[in-house]
C-alpha cells in the first residue's frame, strides 16, 4: 500500500502539484526579512500541498479498488466475447482525442446476458480493435462484473498476430482474427492458469500443449487454401490490385488532420465522423 501511495504521490507531483512544495521551500528558503511580504505564497503553498495529499489518498483507494476488482474476477471470472452494439460521440475530449460511449451485449454460458455501456478515449489503437465488433472480457458469472482484456481483444480483433509454432508439424501458424479458436485457446490457458501475457511456453505442460495444438490443427485445416494454378501457355493479363481498405481507425486520423489544418469546419467534421461511427 504504501508503494502504491508513493507511487500516486509522485504522479501528482509530476503533474502540477510540485508548485505547492516549491512554495513552501521558497517561503521558508528567504528568512524572515522577506516573510512578512510572502504570506500569500505561504498560505498558497500549504494549500496546493494538502490537495496533493489528498489527491493521492484518492488516487491511492481508487488503485486498490482496482486492482481488488480485478483479483476477484482473475479467479471467479470466465471469459467471454462481448459484442459491440452501438458506438456514439461524447462533447468532451482527453488530450485531444474525443471520448465516445461504446455499448457492449455480454452472453454469460449458463446465465442470463447484460448490456453494458463504456467510455473511453477514441485513440486510433482502440478504434481498430472496435472494429472487429467485439471485444473480450472477463465477466463474473451471477453479476454484471466485468472487465474487457484488451491484449486479448487486440488478438481477436486482428491488429496483432497470434503465432503459434508446433515442432512437430514444422510450421508457424498464424490466427489472426479468427474469434472462435483464439477464445478457445485462451479458455484453454486460463482454466489450466497459465499466464496469457506476451510469447507462451507450453512445452513444459503437455496437457495443455496437446489440447492448443489440437485447436491450432482444427484452425489451419478450416482454413482454405489456395488452389494450385495449371500451367499456361500464354502469361495472364495483368489484373491491378484492389485498392486497400481504409480503416476505421485510418479514417478518423485524417479526418482529425483535415479538422486542425482547417480544411474543414466544425459542423463537417463533427456529421463524417459520426457518419463514420455508425457505420461500424
Do not use: C
Not at 12 to 37: K, Q, S, T, W
Not at 42 to 61: E, K, S, Y
Not at 139 to 151: A, F, L, S
Amino acid at each position: 500500500m504504501l508503494g502504491r501511495y508513493l507511487k500516486a504521490q509522485l504522479t501528482v507531483l509530476l503533474f502540477g502539484g510540485l508548485v505547492g512544495p516549491i512554495f513552501l521551500i521558497v517561503y521558508f528558503a528567504l528568512g524572515e526579512m522577506a516573510r512578512p511580504y510572502l504570506g500569500w505564497m505561504f498560505w498558497t503553498g500549504l494549500f496546493i500541498t494538502a490537495g496533493d495529499v489528498l489527491a493521492a489518498l484518492w488516487l491511492t483507494n481508487a488503485g486498490a479498488k482496482s486492482a481488488a476488482r480485478h483479483e476477484e474476477l482473475t479467479q471467479r471470472g470466465v471469459l467471454v466475447l462481448a459484442a459491440i452494439t452501438g458506438i456514439s460521440d461524447t462533447s468532451w475530449f482527453v488530450n485531444d482525442q474525443q471520448m465516445i460511449k461504446v455499448s457492449l451485449h455480454f452472453d454469460v454460458p449458463g446465465h442470463g446476458g447484460f448490456d453494458a455501456q463504456e467510455t473511453m478515449a477514441s485513440s486510433p489503437a482502440r478504434m481498430q480493435i472496435l472494429n472487429a465488433h467485439h471485444l473480450v472480457a472477463l465477466v463474473e458469472p451471477g453479476t454484471q462484473k466485468y472487465e474487457i482484456d484488451w491484449n486479448a481483444s487486440a488478438l481477436v480483433a486482428g491488429v496483432v498476430p497470434a503465432q503459434f509454432t508446433l515442432a512437430e508439424d514444422n510450421k508457424t501458424y498464424d490466427l489472426r482474427g479468427q474469434a472462435g479458436p483464439l477464445m478457445e485457446i485462451m479458455q484453454i490457458l486460463r482454466a489450466n492458469n497459465v499466464p496469457m501475457n506476451g510469447t507462451i511456453d507450453i512445452r513444459s505442460n503437455p496437457a495443455v500443449r496437446q489440447q492448443v495444438m489440437a485447436v491450432v490443427r482444427r484452425a489451419a485445416a478450416g482454413q482454405p487454401v489456395a488452389p494450385t494454378a495449371p500451367p499456361a501457355a500464354t502469361p495472364p493479363a495483368y489484373v491491378p490490385p484492389p485498392m486497400p481498405q481504409v480503416s476505421t481507425a485510418q479514417r478518423l486520423q485524417e479526418l482529425e488532420t483535415l479538422r486542425a489544418t482547417g480544411a474543414i469546419t466544425e459542423a463537417e467534421y463533427t456529421a463524417k465522423r459520426q457518419q463514420i461511427l455508425s457505420e461500424l
